[in-house]
């Protein structure tokens, strides 16, 4: 150190010296604060974001799950909705069939019968003309 001139002069650098190095030491260590506090917190950050990307992975799993079992859901749906209406429609032919086949049944039976009917009306015709003569 330099000497001094004065007693107050040497005072007063001492005291700036002291100041400046009080000043240094506490920007120093508010530096260091604020880094441990920016790590603290970048770790933080860090978690947190691990832990929302699991989250919406998580959430985009289930989504996918629900919709998978939505559209499973509605295949299936559709599915007995066109069942039931082709069950329904199946009734309603094989009704539809029956009646037909009864109509057909009925025509042949009529037919038979006017023959039948025809053929004894000849037979009868033909006696008849026998015993005239």
């Known amino acids: ?47 947190n974001k691990k832990n929302k990307n699991k989250k919406n992975k998580n959430k985009k799993k289930k989504n996918r799950k629900k919709k998978k079992k939505r559209r499973r859901k509605k295949k299936k749906n559709k599915k007995n909705k066109k069942n039931k209406k082709n069950k329904n429609k199946n009734k309603k032919n094989k009704k539809k069939n029956k009646k037909n086949k009864n109509k057909k049944k009925n025509r042949k039976k009529k037919k038979k019968n006017n023959n039948n009917n025809n053929n004894n009306n000849n037979k009868n015709k033909n006696k008849k003309k026998k015993f005239l003569y």
């Open 1 to 47: 150190m330099s000497r001094c001139h004065t007693k107050n002069v040497c005072e007063t650098k001492m005291k700036k010296n002291n100041k400046n190095k009080k000043n240094k030491n506490k920007k120093n260590k508010n530096k260091k604060n604020k880094n441990k506090k920016n790590k603290k917190n970048k770790n933080k950050n860090k978690k």
